[in-house]
């Protein structure tokens, strides 16, 4: 399921080489039909993700810069993709975390606990729990969030977007229910987010909308 692009991109292109004008069928696909958006008012931007794909640890240290520096009238979000039980167990995990208003907080360190010396296991509710009272969560309270009816609801919503939007790896980036960006043929995560900008231009040209300063 996951995309074997994050090697290649790196070894392709260099950040900041000039990229030409994305295209449709090569570096982006239109949705049909568009998918609505959770973000009134806003150009939505959804990250697909999993805590166990390498390629998304890797995009992180990208992609996280490129947020901060969002204009206002673009909200970011990320979705954990549902492909299996496994892509599952981590989208519970992300969901309990926000729910319980942790996830902004530990969603680097998690990362960093399950690719690197930790190997944690997001999966693993135990060894998962046990790390998050090591980080200050309070585990009562993940662990009656990560087995509540709202998470539940919310893995399901999440199965639907990843099949609305036709995601098939990980990590995708869509704009606004409207686009989705190719990212087997990018060849550098700054290629994705430039793809990524292009199409947020499209979505304000459309609409007849300039760039809200941040």
């Not at 901060?68 to 299996?84: G, Q, S, T």
């Amino acid at each position: 399921m996951l995309k074997h692009f994050a090697v290649a991109l790196l070894l392709f292109f260099t950040l900041g080489q000039a990229q030409a004008q994305p295209t449709l069928g090569r570096e982006y696909r239109e949705l049909s039909p568009p998918q609505p958006t959770d973000s009134p008012g806003k150009i939505e931007v959804l990250e697909f993700f999993w805590y166990g794909c390498p390629h998304c640890y890797e995009f992180e240290p990208v992609l996280e810069p490129w947020v901060k520096k969002l204009p206002k009238d673009v909200h970011f979000r990320r979705i954990p993709a549902m492909f299996n039980d496994e892509y599952a167990r981590g989208a519970r995990a992300f969901y309990a975390l926000d729910a319980i208003g942790q996830e902004e907080r530990l969603h680097t360190a998690l990362f960093d606990a399950v690719h690197t010396g930790d190997r944690l296991r997001v999966g693993d509710e135990a060894a998962l729990t046990e790390w998050l009272g090591k980080h200050g969560v309070d585990t009562k309270k993940f662990t009656a969030a990560y087995h509540s009816f709202s998470v539940e609801a919310k893995l399901k919503r999440g199965t639907q977007l990843t099949q609305a939007y036709k995601i098939d790896g990980v990590p995708s980036m869509t704009v606004n229910g409207k686009y989705v960006v190719i990212t087997d043929n990018m060849r550098s995560f700054e290629q994705l987010l430039g793809a990524t900008d292009y199409l947020i231009a499209q979505v304000r040209k459309t609409s007849g909308k300039t760039a809200a300063k941040k």
